[in-house]
């Protein structure tokens, strides 16, 4: 059964930092993996979709990477600001569009 | 555009009720998802609809039950829920299964 964790669960930087999260999976027979941002009690925003065939995607200060052989993808953010708050989850796909989520990483930038 | 419209927000309803979620897409896509977000926890997929028909049920109790009446719409019929079926329920649409898939803000159901 396929697991996904994000590491850490919870980070806290000054605005203006680089930084990354992690996400890591079991089984390496994934269709894709999605990146969301979840504001608290809203629905998801999608970031940034890598197809399993790619390495990275790069969207404005978000780039993405995937390993697959290693089962994991990171999330880069650049020049990290107060409006990047929020929860990010990771989501592995099948080819139907089922996702499996991880538990996330909930993001505070301060001023 | 790449708006998901759920209806209502929120939701209150009694064990004994019967009552329906609505989402809507106008983006041409032919996959439509309903994912439950318990607090704190992330969403879990329940039902996935492929060109209308249902080709996901995660053995999800017979006390939801999905309806995709067009390309469009999506529906989720709920009747004689327990408490612990309160809940964020998110529905998502992709342009076909494996492809991007996009979120509606959710309804926040209440089963008191």
């Known amino acids: 059964k396929q697991e996904v964790t994000q590491i850490p669960a919870a980070l806290s930087v000054p605005e203006g930092e680089n930084l990354v999260l992690n996400c890591s999976f079991t089984?390496?027979?994934?269709?894709?993996l999605q990146w969301f941002r979840q504001d608290p009690g809203k629905g998801l925003t999608s970031l940034l979709l890598?197809?399993?065939?790619?390495r990275e995607q790069t969207s404005g200060r978000l780039n993405a990477s995937l390993d697959k052989s290693s089962g994991r993808s990171t999330l880069y953010i650049a020049a990290s600001q107060p409006g990047d708050s929020a929860t990010y989850l990771c989501?592995?796909?099948?080819?139907?569009?089922?996702?499996?989520f991880g538990k996330g990483t909930k993001l505070s930038v301060k001023p | 555009d790449t708006e998901v419209t759920q209806t209502p927000k929120h939701l209150v309803m009694g064990m004994t009720n019967k009552k329906s979620l609505k989402c809507e897409q106008h983006?041409?896509?032919?996959?439509m998802y309903w994912y439950k977000q318990k607090a704190k926890k992330p969403p879990e997929l329940m039902f996935v609809?492929?060109?209308?028909?249902?080709?996901i049920n995660e053995s999800v109790p017979s006390r939801f039950s999905p309806e995709c009446p067009n390309s469009s719409l999506l529906n989720l019929h709920l009747h004689a829920l327990q408490p612990e079926d309160s809940a964020l329920y998110l529905c998502?649409?992709?342009?076909?299964?494996?492809?991007?898939?996009?979120f509606g803000q959710g309804t926040r159901l209440t089963v008191v």
């Open positions: 890598i197809q399993s065939s790619q």
């Open positions: 983006m041409g896509h032919r996959a």
């Open positions: 089984d390496s027979a994934i269709y894709n």
């Open positions: 998502a649409s992709s342009p076909t299964g494996g492809t991007e898939a996009f």
């Open positions: 989501a592995v796909g099948g080819s139907q569009g089922n996702l499996i």
């Open positions: 609809y492929s060109y209308e028909k249902l080709s």
